[in-house]
């Protein structure tokens, strides 16, 4: 029996399909392969366990059939399998420590970056029709000429760990820092990860071994790009899940966190900080 709902992509009122978050066809990493790149990277290297929210496996109906089968079964998830099909292949042969990065070619940026934007989207339980960072994924997602809008930013960096993540809205800070809080969600699965973001004005938050590809999503949908991708520094695995060790994250479906007034001000002053948020 499928559910009436609206669609977390298109909005169209309509029965929903279900479907795996993370797209079958992805490479399913072994732990004991894992574990042996990592003690190439890092021989003491010790993993934390950080929070994640979807595991391989994990189902959800939130997607229209026609979103789910043709705008990412068919238009898009192609292009990001076929990444991390050549990203599988290149951690069997790498050695550490290696010079150069890892070279792939013929790479559909466009789509691999809607493509996750997409499955990003389907994480949410109910469709938010309004919350502008969903808007603006929703319209790269399903215009193909769109582009990315250019308040987002969109960054790949090698993951070479067996649990698979992915989460939306978080927003990070950092004590004392005079930075906005940056919003960003992740899809994680070995051995690549894929990060939207608002921009990264804070340095804390630029993270060596994190590649920020903007600049190379067009509105192209055709154009193919070879990539390098250092090897080193590896990210840390908890990136972007876990807080910087001087700051915090705050989730929830907007990013009003700066609207509420930090002490008791007048009221005046209160609605002033909240109107110049909302603008
Ligand atoms: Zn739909």
Request: aromatic share 10%; net charge positive; hydrophobic share 40%.
């Amino acid at each position: 029996m499928s559910v009436i709902r609206r669609c977390n992509l298109c909005l169209r009122r309509t029965a929903m399909t279900e479907d795996h978050l993370f797209p079958q066809g992805l490479a399913i990493p072994g732990q004991r392969r894992v574990t042996q790149i990592l003690h190439q990277i890092n021989p003491n290297y010790r993993g934390r366990q950080g929070t994640f929210l979807a595991q391989n496996g994990v189902k959800k109906a939130t997607l229209c059939a026609d979103c789910n089968n043709r705008v990412l079964g068919t238009e898009l998830d192609p292009a990001l399998i076929s990444l991390y099909r050549a990203a599988s292949a290149a951690m069997e042969h790498i050695r550490y420590p290696v010079a150069g990065g890892v070279i792939f070619e013929g790479v559909n940026l466009n789509r691999v970056a809607r493509a996750v934007a997409g499955h990003l989207l389907a994480l949410d339980d109910v469709p938010r029709a309004t919350y502008r960072p969903d808007r603006r994924l929703r319209r790269f997602v399903l215009d193909r000429r769109s582009g990315l809008h250019p308040a987002l930013r969109f960054h790949m960096w090698l993951y070479p760990f067996h649990k698979q993540g992915m989460f939306k809205d978080l927003n990070h800070f950092e004590f004392g820092a005079k930075f906005d809080p940056m919003w960003i969600c992740a899809f994680k699965t070995y051995p690549l990860a894929f990060g939207f973001s608002t921009e990264v004005q804070n340095p804390t938050f630029r993270l060596p071994g994190s590649l920020d590809l903007t600049a190379h999503i067009t509105a192209d949908d055709e154009q193919l790009f070879h990539l390098r991708l250092m090897a080193l520094p590896i990210v840390d695995s908890n990136w972007p899940f876990a807080p910087h060790p001087k700051g915090g994250i705050v989730t929830g479906m907007n990013s009003s966190i700066t609207t509420e007034p930090y002490v008791r001000a007048k009221k005046s002053q209160a609605r002033t900080a909240k109107d110049a948020t909302c603008a």
